[in-house]
């Protein structure tokens, strides 16, 4: 009888600290309701022709939320307009920065810890977009340093593919590599986890 009692009282103390917790959650997402959102999501956005990588970092500003959005193309620049209404996420990106007639109005719903939603694509059309959180960059020991590698021979593309398929719209003229302008990305083969970047542009002016 004594067993039965202890164990009946056991089960009692972990039900009410699981209520305990749940409540305590669920206090803390009305609290702050912005906070399950916080941080950094590596998206995809999914047109009709092909998967876009895409990225973007929510931050806390007084009691509203900002936000760092990298698009198809670019760096990360500060969006105009961004909301949190539950478990709703609300952002725009400007037209002039996407290559397109109107903004791109990006909806979303969180459910746990994924993003999912739709826009307004560039073409017409409505675009649905994911969002997984990145990837913390947390080193667990000291960075090793190995013989510098070169990634670019000077003469050809070898070592690099592009963000499309087809004949290739990037160059090798005069020992650079060279872009057509607003055109597809070029992406390295190779693949590397901590490393230091020696890269040198040559802007010429028109």
Same mark, same amino acid.
């Given at each position: 009888?004594? *067993?039965?009692?202890?164990?009946f009282?056991? $089960?009692?103390?972990?039900a009410?600290?699981?209520?305990?917790?749940?409540?305590?959650?669920? =206090?803390?997402?009305? $609290?702050?309701?912005?906070?399950?959102?916080?941080?950094? %999501?590596?998206? /995809?956005?999914?047109?009709?022709?092909?998967?876009y990588?895409?990225?973007i970092?929510?931050?806390?500003?007084?009691?509203?939320?900002?936000?760092?959005? /990298?698009g198809? %193309?670019?760096?990360?620049r500060?969006?105009?307009l961004? &909301?949190?209404?539950?478990?709703?996420?609300?952002?725009v990106?400007?037209?002039?920065?996407?290559g397109?007639?109107?903004?791109l109005?990006?909806?979303? =719903?969180?459910?746990?810890? !994924?993003? $999912?939603?739709?826009?307004?694509?560039?073409?017409?059309k &409505?675009?649905?977009?994911?969002?997984?959180r990145?990837p913390?960059?947390?080193?667990s020991?000291?960075?090793?340093?190995?013989?510098? =590698?070169?990634?670019?021979?000077?003469? /050809?593309?070898?070592?690099? !593919?592009?963000?499309?398929?087809g004949?290739?719209? %990037? *160059?090798?003229?005069?020992g $650079?590599? =060279? &872009?057509?302008?607003?055109?597809?990305?070029?992406?390295s083969?190779?693949?590397?986890?901590?490393?230091?970047? !020696?890269?040198?542009?040559?802007?010429g002016?028109?």
């Open positions: 009888m004594k *067993t039965a009692r202890i164990a009282l056991a $089960s009692m103390i972990i009410a600290c699981a209520i305990c917790m749940c409540t305590s959650a669920q =206090v803390s997402e009305r $609290s702050d309701p912005v906070g399950p959102f916080l941080g950094r %999501w590596d998206l /995809t956005l999914k047109a009709p022709d092909r998967d990588p895409s990225w970092e929510i931050s806390k500003k007084g009691e509203g939320v900002t936000a760092l959005f /990298t198809r %193309w670019g760096n990360a500060l969006l105009p961004v &909301t949190v209404r539950g478990k709703e996420l609300t952002f990106s400007p037209k002039e920065e996407e397109s007639n109107a903004d109005a990006f909806q979303g =719903v969180l459910d746990g810890e !994924h993003l $999912s939603g739709t826009l307004n694509g560039p073409d017409g &409505t675009w649905s977009w994911t969002g997984v990145a913390g960059l947390e080193r020991g000291t960075a090793e340093w190995d013989n510098p =590698v070169s990634l670019f021979d000077g003469k /050809t593309l070898n070592g690099w !593919h592009e963000s499309k398929a004949p290739p719209d %990037w *160059t090798v003229q005069d $650079s590599l =060279v &872009t057509p302008g607003n055109g597809p990305e070029l992406i083969d190779s693949k590397y986890r901590d490393f230091k970047l !020696h890269i040198e542009f040559n802007c002016l028109q």
